[in-house]
């Protein structure tokens, strides 16, 4: 599903008192590819209930220049609330998902293996409130950057 923050938060509060525990993570995921969806498994396999923090468009182009992301904000979490692995999509405009992470509290906060946890954002309010944090094991060989040079040099 894909949902806002606020509509998020209220289901925050329903999966917290069942005992759901959630894991968290964000990117831009903007085009999808055989490490993303490794990553999204490793990052399900850790709780009952994965939430994406998806960057906006707005936010894609703050980070990665002016001719991403490739694809709309609302294709990719199109993409992405329907992989196997995702429970529910949230898009943000931040440069980073530390607010939207302050909100929801998930149990537990992933990255790639590229980020050490103690970089990752938002790992001291996840910590603080009993969460943990976990970088995840990273695919090599796989990245939107690598797709788009290989594309453009064809």
Same mark, same amino acid.
């Given at each position: 599903m894909i949902?806002?923050?606020?509509?998020?938060? &209220?289901?925050?509060? %329903?999966?917290?008192?069942?005992?759901v525990k959630?894991?968290? &993570?964000?990117?831009?995921?903007?085009?999808?590819?055989r %490490?993303?969806?490794?990553?999204?498994?490793?990052?399900?396999?850790?709780?009952?209930?994965?939430?994406?923090?998806?960057?906006?468009?707005s936010s894609v182009k703050k980070l990665k220049g002016d001719s991403r992301p490739v694809n709309t904000e609302n294709d990719r979490a199109y993409i992405l609330s329907n992989l196997f692995a995702v429970d529910c999509v949230v898009i943000f405009t931040e440069e980073t998902p530390y607010e939207i992470i302050s909100k929801i509290l998930p149990d537990v906060l992933v990255k790639g293996g590229d980020w050490k946890a103690e970089d990752i954002v938002g790992s001291d309010v996840v910590i603080k409130?009993?969460?943990?944090?976990?970088?995840l094991k990273y695919v090599n060989n796989y990245s939107t950057t690598g797709l788009i040079n290989k594309i453009s040099s064809r």
């Open positions: 949902c806002s923050l606020e509509d998020f938060i &209220t289901l925050r509060s %329903g999966l917290k008192k069942k005992g959630v894991v968290f &993570t964000n990117g831009c995921f903007d085009i999808l590819h %490490g993303h969806v490794e990553y999204l498994n490793q990052a399900k396999a850790l709780g009952d209930f994965l939430i994406i923090g998806l960057n906006s468009d409130n009993g969460g943990m944090v976990k970088s």
